[in-house]
């Protein structure tokens, strides 16, 4: 399944709008708009202190935002109206509701150390960026890449995965990345929080949009009901 993971804002309590003409489907399609764009807001809360999730490069919580190219789409029909708004950043789906990454005929380069930013985010795309690394075993089995500090190599050894050789080292080396065959995210739950916290204020922005026209027509304001997909990592 895609990573492309999506809220959904649905409209209840409506009579078909259909008898209504069309001022207010307009009128309630702008105030679906804006809780989406209030749903992007609260995506990014969560990536601040106390929030479900730590801030790193930011590519994440903009993923949510217009601007950072997330995908809106809003239908009022004769039958209701409904909005929704999407992330096609890859790692929108997996950090809401966990998962395994699993390697795919390549073991998984994890960044340490000096490989990663103060902020936690990776500082090159892949360890064939940085020069002079090499492949060590530890005694404990764990595959390493890593900088020779005054550390002398004593030959290698082939080991299953291509051409890839590990090496015994004496004296000090700098771990770079981890070589592993699967990385587990653990759930965070961060779009459930944001569109708990956007329903807080959803019917007031449907009443400031849409408000003055229903009380005009006699209707009672309707009522957003926000929903998840439900997912299974790839």
């Known amino acids: 399944m895609s990573d492309f993971v999506r809220l959904r804002v649905d409209l209840s309590g409506l009579k078909p709008l259909a008898d209504f003409?069309?001022?207010?489907?307009?009128?309630?399609?702008?105030?679906?708009?804006?809780?989406?764009?209030?749903?992007?807001?609260?995506?990014?809360?969560?990536?601040?202190p106390g929030g479900a999730l730590r801030g790193r490069s930011g590519g994440l919580a903009r993923s949510w935002t217009t601007r950072g190219g997330a995908v809106l789409e809003s239908s009022v029909?004769?039958?209701?109206?409904?909005?929704?708004?999407?992330?096609?950043?890859?790692?929108?789906?997996?950090?809401?509701?966990?998962?395994?990454?699993?390697?795919?005929?390549?073991?998984?380069?994890?960044?340490?150390?000096p490989a990663k930013t103060a902020a936690g985010v990776a500082k090159?795309?892949?360890?064939?960026?940085?020069?002079?690394?090499?492949?060590?075993?530890?005694?404990?089995?764990?595959?390493?890449?890593?900088?020779?500090?005054m550390a002398r190599l004593k030959g290698g050894v082939r080991v299953s995965r291509g051409s890839l050789v590990t090496h015994r080292t004496t004296g000090t080396f700098t771990t770079?990345?981890?070589?592993?065959?699967?990385?587990?995210?653990?759930?965070s739950h961060y779009l459930d929080r944001a569109a708990e916290e956007t329903s807080l204020v959803a019917g007031a922005i449907i009443e400031a949009t849409a408000g003055e026209e229903m009380a005009r027509l006699g209707l009672m304001g309707?009522?957003?009901?926000?929903?998840?997909?439900?997912?299974?990592?790839?």
């Open 21 to 48: 003409g069309k001022s207010l489907p307009r009128t309630l399609e702008k105030g679906l708009r804006r809780i989406l764009i209030e749903f992007g807001n609260q995506v990014a809360t969560q990536f601040r």
């Open 77 to 113: 029909k004769s039958t209701g109206a409904t909005a929704s708004i999407g992330s096609k950043h890859p790692a929108a789906a997996i950090q809401n509701y966990g998962g395994t990454v699993n390697s795919k005929g390549k073991l998984l380069a994890i960044p340490v150390g």
């Open 124 to 149: 090159h795309a892949s360890p064939r960026e940085v020069p002079g690394l090499v492949f060590i075993k530890t005694r404990n089995g764990k595959l390493l890449l890593v900088k020779p500090d």
């Open 176 to 187: 770079w990345f981890v070589l592993v065959d699967y990385v587990m995210i653990q759930p």
């Open 222 to 234: 309707p009522v957003p009901q926000f929903s998840l997909p439900e997912w299974t990592a790839p």
